[in-house]
């Protein structure tokens, strides 16, 4: 099956998925968006009121920032794909729980895996998580990992800048790295904190 078919085949079995207590209390499932070929993929980690609303992914206040984000390094929302942890709305945005991660882990491997795209940026600790089990998102936001054959970008939730401003820069700051994962030319944006050669010598 060629890949958007994969893909939509996925999103159609997630609008109808019943594999965890989510789907009781959600208005529209939200399985994900982005083109086929997107050689970057971001992992929030669930669906908040405005999702629920519109069936897709980070159209509220932290996807505007995350659509400013990809602006400043020369990216659309357009050519990148965008999903969660969970595809249903946890009630009260509260944090997904494990059986609801797990119910949805099969629908994410084979997104991934459709996709193959040159890294994934983890967005928050859940999505984190999934890579990093034992890791404090303090510590290693930014630093990119090889996990078996792809790279891992664990990143804030651009939500958190909205909760702590102090941590816009530093979000800021992260995504300017993108671009050299992925073999583009970045727009002009300050970072604070350029790569160590270190990190940059893992690829």
Known sequence: MSVPLELEAIATEVADCTQCKLHQSRKMAVPGEGPA??????????PGFHENEQGRPFVGA????????????????????ITNIVKCRPPGNRDPQPAEIEAC???????????????????????????FPN???????????????RVVVPMYHPAAALHRPSLRATIQADFARLPELIGREARPIRAEDPPTVEQLSLF
């Not at 070929?37 to 669930?46: K, S």
């Not at 996807?63 to 929302?77: A, H």
């Not at 996709?115 to 890579?131: D, E």
């Open 105 to 131: 882990s099969e629908y994410l491997e084979r997104q991934t895996g459709s996709l193959n795209p040159k890294a994934i940026v983890t967005l928050g600790r859940f999505s984190m998580a999934r890579f």
């Open 62 to 81: 932290a996807g505007k920032f995350l659509e400013e984000l990809l602006e400043s390094i020369g990216l659309t929302r357009e050519q990148v794909f």
């Open 37 to 46: 070929d997107a050689e970057l993929m971001f992992i929030g980690e669930g």
């Open 135 to 149: 890791a404090r998102i303090s510590a290693i936001h930014g630093k990119p990992q090889r996990i078996g054959n």
